[in-house]
């Protein structure tokens, strides 16, 4: 029964390795805090590829309050783990709320292209926008900084997937930084036409 078995298991995890994945590197915006499980834009995503034939497989690699220097940090694990055929990286926020210096955020986002590109990965870059806190300087800098990284790069770009739900009523939590569910398929049909050219059936 065991030798009966064993090109069962190996057909399996061949199949798996073979499965094209979606790598989704981000904070808490993709990490879904304060959701209900299986309520985030990834998993949304990963429905949406499933129900219009595509046979890829959604690794959601987003942490809360992730920085882009921790995601510098995760990525190369995550790259030889999973083995992307593209990146998704929404990183930067953390970053932006929090005054760090851009030149470092850009540094760390461009190693992570590169990072992505080198391990044969098509990589999407989804921009993110702040408040003027530390002034509107360094707020249009920071906006400024991932048009100019997917421009110089030639990589898919979506400026801010949170544009059409940031001001608008009962798409924010109370703390007026983390989208609510109902905000979810908004975020993900923004995406999807910067995504889409990225897909292989």
């Known amino acids: 029964m065991l030798c009966l078995s ?3 298991v190996g057909n399996a995890a061949a199949a798996a390795i073979d499965t094209p994945k979606i790598l989704v590197l981000g904070d808490s915006v993709s990490a879904g ?4 499980n299986g309520e985030g834009w990834v998993t949304l995503l990963q429905n949406r590829l499933k129900s219009q034939g595509y ?3 959604v690794i959601n690699a987003s942490v809360t309050g992730e920085t882009t220097a921790g995601g ?12 992307p055929q593209i ?4 990183l930067g926020g953390n970053d932006g709320l ?12 461009q190693k992570m292209i590169d990072a992505s590109k080198a391990a044969g990965a098509r990589v999407l870059l989804l921009g993110m ?23 110089k790069n030639r990589i898919a770009f979506e400026p801010f ?33 910067a995504l889409r050219p990225l897909l292989r059936r």
């Open 6 to 8: 064993l090109p069962l």
């Open 33 to 36: 805090y304060g959701l209900a």
């Open 55 to 57: 046979g890829y497989r």
């Open 72 to 83: 510098l940090a995760r990525l190369p694990r995550a790259l030889t783990l999973h083995t």
């Open 87 to 90: 990146v998704i990286i929404e």
């Open 98 to 109: 929090r005054g760090l210096p851009l030149a470092t955020s850009r540094s760390n986002l």
């Open 129 to 151: 926008k702040i408040p003027p806190n530390y002034g509107p300087r360094y707020a249009n800098e920071f906006e400024s900084m991932y048009a100019e990284l997917a421009s």
């Open 161 to 193: 997937f949170l544009e059409k739900i940031a001001l608008a009523p009962g798409m924010m939590q109370d703390d007026g930084i983390h989208p609510t569910a109902k905000a979810q398929a908004p975020m993900l049909d923004a995406l999807w036409p």
